[in-house]
Structures are given as structure tokens and as C-alpha cells.
């Protein structure tokens, strides 16, 4: 689902990564070295019109992809996308932007669990930032904020820490409902950070559908998009924040890095081992992992939203059927899985036989999944879930002069190569450090600063939050939005129409047909203190790991 998750997702889009304590093997010295899994599983899906292009949204299963985290080094995404500008021929070259956040675990995850968390993942022009929700960017210098103002709190009811958006500990195979439509919140300007280039007022925002939370959380201010064309003028016009977006999307899992060690037996021949990798497990024992990817036009909001703020009547914000289109699963699909060593030439790099153990299955149109052949996979039952865990070894195999790790049975494994005595627990780091934001009083956190706090949140992560309420158009991602004092009350007086209306507790997607929809942390459910119900956000200032 990532395609280059930051840090990749994507760099969308993932990776998992092994720092893992390898116990001592008697009689086998310098035999095991450490390798790593990685690849994509692909997920196609069947095209739809190209007029389909305001958005999208889909169900992922969340679940904890590794039975023991393995360490900050550990980055890989659960099942994404990634959502482009539509252009009216092929995309450019090197002109790379694009939405691509998702379910996952990142190098630069700071609270980490088993338990997923979510990032929005907005990508500017090739690379050069990226913002993963509000005050979630590249990198963690503010004075160079690359991307950490690109996106803006909506909802004044859910709390988006800067280390991404945690669900509730122990999810395992429930369903996350996400998708992004461009909302009217800001009109189009034909003068950016005072250059005569022109951002767009395609203002995309985060849609939740969740168990305890549904609606709107935060959107990409446009600047975020058109900035890269104040350096380069002749870039205007060609990102998100004016265009219309792609509607036939890549739907991917992308695995950077899975724990794995290798090791050769006395006959010469050679054995590897994966950390215990889960897939969640439904009642009749099959996986369902992706669930009504859906496309949509302006009909399906947009045109509602608008003629609500030019004086017509309240747009409910429930997305409108007649404006989307489900795309369809063909029920096939595909794994690039790979174990080696690194660093090795691509070409080295051998494939796993996923076929042997897992066939990609549409159990209905709009479900896409997998049936396991359990003469190989393990049913696991967890206090979370069942799950449905993944051969642990393999013996590389020679077929027609092609190279294969081949899924074995531990009995099978030679005692000699030492991988049955192999750990993958959790390994011991160093405390993580803390996120902070300006201090400086004359800073956008300072100036005007915000209207009530300190409040602490605890989520499940172990960490602590701590947050203030600002006025919505005053918190810091809007007061760097190329945006005039006119412009942000204008802002200010829609996103108070929209406070007072939209609540968290309708649906705004439509819901799933099969399945149990996830939990956000509870911790991070909040409510506005009395007088600052409409027209008031909270705001990330601080994440530290709890004392």
C-alpha cells in the first residue's frame, strides 16, 4: 500500500526491521546472519470511469502484523494506496506528489506497539516534504518545517498525537474505515506567498469511519501542494490542491523489512526463518483484508458542502451514493516476497513460494482476501483475535534454474543451523525522545497563541500527550497557510457551520457489509471545554513517553 513510505511509505508507502537478540547456538559458530522479508502483496481491482475523481475511500483490517515488535527499525504499511493528481495524459516525469499514508509502523515511530498506527502520509514534490497529520512532518526541526504545517485539525473531537493516530491496543482484524474528498473550506487565490502563481482551494480532507469515531479529522492545506511551484512557476497547476485526483489507484501491502536469519547446514544446503508474521484469521478460517474500495465525483460531497457555504441549506455530509462507484475485486493477485541478505543485487534476491501456502480469494465484488493452506499456516488464537501465522522456515530450492525459498515444517530444519533456537523478541533501546513544538513567545504556538490548556491524554502507546484548545483558524498549521487574516476568518466561519452540524457519532462513509469496525484510542476521543464547541481544535504540543 506504500509505495516509497517515508523514511519512505511509502514513501503510501513500509518495512519491517530486524534488530533482534540472537541466542547463543552450541556447535553451530558465525553460521547464522541476519537477513530481512520484504516485497509487496498486490490487490487488483477492476477500473472505473475516469469522472470519478474526487476522492476515494476503503476499509483495511488493522491487526499486529509481527507477534513481538522488533525494534525501531522495524517499517512496513498494512494494505494502502496511493492516491495521485488526475492529468489529461500520462502523469509527468519527475513530478512525484501524491497522498499515501495507511495503517502501519515507521523507522521513525517513536511509541511504538504491535498495534498499528495511522499516518496520513502527503507527499510534496518529490519528496522535498511530507506531512503525516497536523505537526507530523519531515524530519523534527521546526526551523525547517517540511511538511509539519501541512495539514490542519478539523474535528474539535479526536486528538492526533505527532507520532500518528493509535487505535486501540489489542485490534486484530476489525475493519479501518479512511478515505480523503476535497472539501470548499478556502477559495482559489491567483497569487502565492506573493508570487504570481495560483494554489487551488481542493482542500482534501481525512474521513474516518471507526467504531468510535466517524467523519472528518484534518485536511492538507493547499499551499501544501502548490508551494513547490512559488521556486518554480512552471510547476503551477499541477498538484492536488488543484487538480482532480486519479481514481484507479494501485492497492498494495509494501514490506520493507521483516525480521530473518539464514543459515547453511552441514550438507551445504540453506535455511532461513521469519519473525512470526500474522494475517487476521475470520470464522471460517479465511482472511479478509480489504473492503469497498470506493470512488467518487463532485456529486458525492463537493457540490452539497459548496452550495451550503454560497447560502443554501446544510450539507448533512453524508457522502451521497449517486456520486461513487465500488470498484470491483477480480479475485486474483500477487506477492513479491522476498528473503536475503543485504545488501545483494536485486537479482539475488530470492522469492518466497507464497503460492504454496496462500491463495488470493474475492469472497464477494467488494472483499478481498486470502485463503490459507493450513497444512502450512498455523491457526493462532490470541487474547486479541485468532490469526492465521505464516510459515516461519525455509529451504532454498533450485527449480528450472530459478531460486525459491520453499515453506517447511520445523521439524524439517536441521538442528545444526541453530534457527529453531533463534529469538525475535523485542530488544532492549534506548527511551524514545520526546516530540516538542516552539516555545519561543513569539512563535504561531505563542502568537495568539491558544485559549485553554494544558490537558493530558494517555494512549495506549505509553505515552503521554499534551494538548491545548486554539481557535481553529488560529493554531499553527493555518497561521502558515498562505492565508490573509480575511481569508482565515472566511475559514473560520464555514469550519464553525460544519462543528455545529457534522457530529462524530453518523456515518459520513458508507458503512461496511461485512465485519466489525476498529476502535481509535479511546484516550483520544476528547471533548471541547464549555463556551468552545464551535470554531475550536486541539492541538498536539508535546508527546513524551509516560513516567
Not at 410 to 437: D, I, M, N
Request: overall charge neutral; proline content about 11%; glycine content about 10%.
Amino acid at each position: 500500500m506504500l509505495k516509497k513510505r517515508f523514511f519512505t511509505l511509502f514513501t503510501c508507502c513500509l518495512a519491517l526491521v530486524f534488530v533482534l537478540p540472537l541466542a547463543p547456538v552450541v556447535g553451530a559458530p558465525n553460521q547464522i546472519q541476519k537477513g530481512e522479508m520484504a516485497g509487496y502483496l498486490l490487490v487488483p481491482n477492476d477500473k472505473v470511469e475516469e469522472t470519478y475523481n474526487a476522492g476515494f475511500s476503503m476499509y483495511v483490517a488493522a491487526w499486529p502484523l509481527l507477534q513481538e515488535y522488533p525494534g525501531n527499525r522495524f517499517q512496513t504499511g498494512l494494505f494502502g494506496t496511493w492516491m495521485h493528481a488526475q492529468y489529461d495524459g500520462p502523469e509527468p516525469a519527475k513530478l512525484y506528489s501524491d497522498i499515501e499514508g495507511g495503517l502501519g509502523w515507521w523507522r521513525d515511530t517513536r511509541f511504538a506497539t504491535e498495534t498499528p498506527k495511522f499516518i496520513m502520509g502527503g507527499v510534496a514534490l518529490n519528496f522535498s516534504e511530507w506531512a503525516n497529520g497536523p505537526g507530523a512532518g519531515k524530519g523534527r526541526d521546526w526551523d525547517r518545517p517540511k511538511g509539519k504545517y501541512g495539514v490542519a485539525q478539523l474535528s474539535p473531537w479526536l486528538l492526533w498525537p505527532p507520532d500518528g493516530l493509535n487505535l486501540k491496543q489489542g485490534t486484530c482484524g476489525e475493519l479501518f474505515g479512511y478515505g480523503y474528498l476535497p472539501l470548499p473550506l478556502t477559495e482559489t487565490k491567483s497569487t502565492t506567498a506573493g508570487k504570481n502563481v495560483p494554489t487551488g482551494n481542493n482542500c482534501w480532507t481525512l474521513f474516518l469511519n471507526t467504531q468510535n469515531f466517524k467523519g472528518p479529522v484534518a485536511f492538507f492545506t493547499p499551499y501544501f501542494w502548490s508551494r513547490a511551484s512559488v521556486d518554480d512557476p512552471r510547476l503551477a497547476g499541477m498538484f492536488l490542491d488543484s487538480r482532480p485526483s486519479g481514481p484507479n489507484r494501485a492497492l498494495q501491502m509494501e514490506t520493507q523489512y521483516v525480521p530473518s536469519v539464514q543459515s547453511v547446514d552441514d550438507k551445504g544446503d540453506t535455511y532461513a526463518r521469519i519473525a512470526p508474521t500474522s494475517f487476521p484469521r475470520g470464522p471460517g478460517g479465511d482472511s479478509a483484508v480489504v473492503h469497498r474500495v470506493t470512488a467518487y465525483d463532485k456529486k458525492a460531497l463537493w457540490d452539497a458542502v459548496k452550495a451550503w457555504f454560497e447560502g443554501g441549506p446544510p450539507a448533512s455530509g453524508a457522502i451521497d451514493p449517486l456520486g461513487a462507484v465500488i470498484h470491483s475485486f477480480p479475485g486474483r493477485g500477487g506477492a513479491t516476497w522476498k528473503i536475503y541478505k543485504p545488501p545483494v543485487p536485486r537479482e539475488e534476491k530470492v522469492p518466497i513460494d507464497w503460492n504454496s501456502f496462500a491463495t488470493p480469494i474475492a469472497p464477494d465484488s467488494s472483499t478481498f482476501g486470502y485463503r490459507w493452506n493450513y497444512e502450512l499456516v498455523t491457526k493462532t488464537d490470541t487474547k486479541d483475535g485468532p490469526l492465521a501465522t505464516l510459515p516461519e522456515y525455509y529451504r532454498l530450492t533450485k527449480d528450472d534454474k530459478k531460486a525459491k525459498w520453499v515453506p517447511i515444517p520445523p521439524g524439517q530444519v536441521p538442528a545444526e543451523t541453530g534457527l529453531t533456537q533463534v529469538s525475535f523478541s523485542r530488544p532492549r533501546e534506548e527511551p524514545s525522545k520526546p516530540y516538542v513544538t516552539p516555545d519561543d513567545a513569539q512563535s504561531c504556538w505563542k502568537k495568539p497563541g491558544p485559549v485553554a490548556g494544558p490537558f493530558k491524554a494517555y494512549p495506549g502507546d505509553g505515552s503521554v500527550v499534551t494538548y491545548y484548545w486554539y481557535r481553529f483558524a488560529d493554531q499553527p498549521a493555518l497561521l502558515n497557510a498562505d492565508l490573509t487574516d480575511k481569508e482565515r476568518d472566511s475559514l473560520q466561519a464555514r469550519v464553525e457551520k460544519l462543528h455545529r452540524n457534522w457530529k462524530k457519532d453518523r456515518d459520513y462513509l458508507a458503512p461496511p457489509t461485512i465485519g466489525k469496525l476498529a476502535d481509535v484510542d479511546p484516550a483520544l476521543i476528547v471533548t471541547p471545554p464549555p463556551g468552545l464547541e464551535a470554531g475550536y481544535v486541539p492541538i498536539a504540543t508535546r508527546q513524551a513517553a509516560e513516567e
